[in-house]
């Protein structure tokens, strides 16, 4: 068979587009109860979604600050010379995880002073660290350093305890050994539910369109032997899936906004403790909404296009 190509001129274009739209909401309300479950479906994927975004969103800019807070404090041999110290300096620098702009040197002076300005001067530790010299003085000088990621903190140190004239390296080792693995759970365990979530809302989603595609049968197959493009076939239930998707978004994107914004604020912008803080719910809440309309309508889109391919390929072959 010879099919005549079909060319669509600009004002043709958008009255087909307006039939299709008409269309696609007339299907919606046609199989009700199927597009009721596909929105709450998709409604109920795109709010466990955004809980999993929140979290995500959340642990990151807590392991930003954790990182930020966490220091490697590297301690120098009491014998070290001027150059075994330039020489530690630049071993350091080579090693990638250590921000190369934080790196900190502060030799047993510099430490002597500053303990001296936090100590009473009425004490008895402030008039015994008076009397040290530059050679009586007890303290070692030592590099406080900064990380990139706290994924590699302990293999950094490691590294660190490697370098001649280090005397000792000091971290918060308990507390990254604890931390990282629940980070890990939680992206995994969400990562995992959005996935499952998705697949069954898509299945719902190609089963509503799927009813519309048969109550049309008998119209599509008079579009196809008369040369109708399959874009203009198509394009009908991919609004449809679009909108399904869109309707799905609504309640979300609301929930979302509204339940960050008011949990934010009774929680007084930390989580359950003020060691977690939470990140400003503006412009994140934003963006996270947009994600959300995106991710609906394209799963929605999706759905609707994979089951209307398929079965126009079954029919195109039957006639």
Do not use: H
Not at 130 to 159: D, G, H, Y
């Amino acid at each position: 068979m010879i099919r005549r190509k079909e060319v669509i001129r600009p004002m043709k274009a958008i009255r087909i587009f307006r039939r299709n739209v008409a269309n696609a909401f007339k299907s919606i309300f046609r199989n009700f109860s199927l597009s009721i479950a596909s929105i709450i479906c998709t409604t109920i994927t795109l709010v466990i979604v955004s809980i999993a975004m929140i979290v995500s969103v959340n642990v990151n800019s807590f392991t930003k600050d954790l990182a930020s807070t966490l220091t490697i404090l590297v301690y120098v041999d009491k014998n070290a010379t001027e150059d075994d110290i330039n020489s530690i300096k630049s071993k350091l620098l080579e090693i990638k995880n250590i921000k190369s702009d934080e790196l900190l040197y502060k030799d047993k002076e510099t430490l002597k002073e500053e303990t001296m300005q936090k100590t009473d001067k009425n004490s008895s530790l402030y008039s015994i660290m008076k009397t040290w010299t530059k050679e009586t003085n007890p303290l070692e000088s030592e590099f406080i350093i900064s990380v990139k990621s706290i994924e590699e903190l302990e293999e950094t140190a490691t590294t660190i305890e490697k370098i001649d004239k280090i005397s000792n390296v000091q971290y918060s080792e308990s507390v990254v050994k604890k931390m990282i693995p629940v980070f890990d759970i939680v992206k995994k365990v969400t990562i995992a539910i959005i996935i499952g979530l998705i697949v069954v809302t898509i299945f719902l989603i190609c089963n509503t369109i799927k009813l519309t595609i048969f109550a049309r049968k008998n119209e599509i197959e008079i579009m196809r032997l008369v040369g109708t493009s399959n874009f203009v076939i198509k394009l009908p239930f991919v609004i449809e899936g679009l909108f399904l998707g869109i309707i799905g978004s609504i309640i979300p994107i609301i929930a979302t906004i509204w339940g960050y914004i008011i949990s934010y604020d009774k929680l007084e912008g930390y989580f359950f403790t003020n060691f977690i803080k939470m990140v400003n719910p503006m412009p994140t809440m934003i963006y996270i909404s947009l994600a959300l309309l995106l991710i609906g309508s394209l799963v929605g889109m999706l759905g609707s296009y994979t089951t209307v391919r398929k079965y126009l390929k079954i029919w195109w072959r039957e006639v």
